[in-house]
T-cell receptor, first 114, second 115 residues
């Protein structure tokens, strides 16, 4: 699995958009970008994933650069409950050939402040 | 919305004792996983399980650990003789097993404290 680089921490004002960057310069063509978050010591929560195109769901948007070497997770209107550690993970698509574990880094601690 | 459940939420045990952590994966999922997180450290992969056998395991998953799917719904992690360093949060996850993007969904975790 390709390595990712994330800033260790970020602050965001409540109600504003939180933009969390991730570098994955060695990503391969068959690797997806996944985002999870972990609030306190709860189980990691899936947020969104993408391959090439930008993606949006009810939680967030994922913007992937054209060369796929970096991406940004956007929480459009951050709330205090979005305070968490956010993990950017790249992972091959095919389970059968390559295995299926997730490799977590240290992530980005996002602090949403009122 | 279906979710992964885990029991107990907190387990306290004495060093050397056996513990069994239980998980109920999402019902139509085919792949099952265990991860652990020692306090203040990263989430680490332990093992994945598919078609009633281990498909991948990490170096952490030594002979003291075993996994089982004893029936159609439960997935268990057994630690035969617990050590102090086994104290951690243990997370179960499951995924459908679709080709392409296959998203893992995590349970709330079991906090294991070994005294």
């Amino acid at each position: 699995d390709a390595k990712t680089t994330q800033p260790p921490s970020m602050d965001c004002a409540e109600g504003r958009a939180a933009n969390l960057p991730c570098n994955h310069s060695t990503i391969s063509g068959n690797e997806y970008v996944y985002w999870y978050r972990q609030i306190h010591s709860q189980g990691p929560q899936y947020i969104i994933h993408g391959l090439k195109n930008n993606e949006t769901n009810e939680m967030a948007s994922l913007i992937i650069t054209e060369d796929r070497k970096s991406s940004t997770l956007i929480l459009p209107h951050a709330t205090l409950r979005d305070t968490a550690v956010y993990y950017c993970i790249v992972r091959v698509a095919s389970i059968m050939e390559y295995g299926n574990k997730l490799v977590f880094g240290a992530g980005t601690i996002l602090r949403v402040k009122s | 919305e279906p979710e992964v459940t885990q029991t107990p939420s907190h387990q306290v045990t004495q060093m050397g004792q056996e513990v069994i952590l239980r998980c109920v994966p999402i019902s139509n999922h085919l792949y099952f996983y265990w991860y652990r997180q020692i306090l203040g450290q990263k989430v680490e992969f332990l093992v994945s399980f598919y078609n009633n056998e281990i498909s991948e395991k990490s170096e952490i998953f030594d002979d003291q650990f075993s996994v089982e799917r004893p029936d159609g719904s439960n997935f268990t992690l057994k630690i035969r003789s617990t050590k102090l360093e086994d104290s951690a949060m243990y997370f179960c996850a499951s995924s459908h097993g679709l080709a392409g993007a296959d998203t893992q969904y995590f349970g709330p975790g079991t906090r294991l404290t070994v005294l």
